[in-house]
């Protein structure tokens, strides 16, 4: 079974800042994917940004970025020059690959979550 | 923001009722989810369909049962409802194809329904 940790509860940065958000994970796979979702409040999770577990590049999306350590199995996210908008609950997702279509694959685990305030 | 919608937002109601979340999308998405999420925890992944006539349960036992007679269509239905099933309900849908999950592939979430059984 795979497990999804996100250590940090709730965190909180200022306006312009950098933030890292820590999350780890727990797999016997060798293929997979991770992810990391943005849920602002009472709005809609949207999909921040994607790492492929067999590519060694960190993703980068604008402000986003990510730390991907297959080894430590550690994913963290980097949000720079943080912006009000960021302020959101963040989840960090993990996602089994299958090659072929298997029932149950392809769906994805989710950690608890980290509350993130940017403060003006 | 994707095209994907759930109703009711908010629902307080008694215990006993039966009640049913709706979830549509207008993307011709084969693959729908519904998640649980509690105050503060992970969210946990219930149902999911591969498409018409095609159900599945997922990680965490629910009392729940969905159905899938339209593409577009995913309720959630609760035949006598409790406080414990008193949660965050996130429907979902993915443009992927076939059960096949490609790295262009992405998964849209609804904003929610919060439930509340007294």
């Known amino acids: 079974a795979q497990t999804v940790t996100q250590s940090q509860p709730e965190m909180s940065v200022q306006e312009a800042e950098t933030v890292t958000l820590s999350c780890t994970y727990d797999t016997s796979e060798s293929n997979y994917y991770l992810f990391w979702y943005k849920q602002p409040p009472s709005r809609q999770m949207i999909l921040v940004i994607r790492q492929e577990a067999y590519k060694q590049q960190n993703a980068t999306e604008n402000r986003f970025s990510v730390n991907f350590q297959k080894a430590a199995k550690s994913f963290s996210l980097k949000i720079s020059d943080s912006q009000l908008g960021d302020t959101a609950m963040y989840f960090c997702?993990?996602?089994?690959?299958?090659?072929?279509?298997?029932?149950?694959?392809?769906?994805?685990?989710f950690g608890t979550g980290t509350r993130l305030t940017v403060i003006p | 923001e994707a095209d994907i919608y759930q109703t009711p937002r908010y629902l307080v109601i008694g215990t006993g009722k039966k009640i049913t979340l709706e979830c549509s999308q207008t993307?011709?998405?084969?693959?729908m989810y519904w998640y649980q999420q509690d105050p503060g925890m992970e969210l946990h992944l219930i149902h999911y369909?591969?498409?018409?006539?095609?159900?599945e349960k997922g990680d965490l036992s629910s009392e729940s049962t969905v159905s899938r007679i339209r593409t577009e269509h995913f309720p959630l239905t609760l035949e006598s409802a409790r406080p414990s099933h008193t949660s965050q309900y996130l429907c979902?849908?993915?443009?992927?194809?076939?059960?096949?999950?490609?790295?262009?592939?992405?998964?849209?979430f609804g904003e929610g329904s919060w439930l509340t059984v007294v």
């Open positions: 369909s591969y498409g018409v006539n095609s159900t």
């Open positions: 997702a993990f996602m089994k690959h299958a090659p072929v279509a298997i029932t149950g694959a392809n769906n994805l685990f």
């Open positions: 993307m011709g998405h084969d693959k």
């Open positions: 979902a849908s993915s443009d992927q194809k076939r059960g096949l999950w490609t790295p262009r592939n992405t998964i849209y």
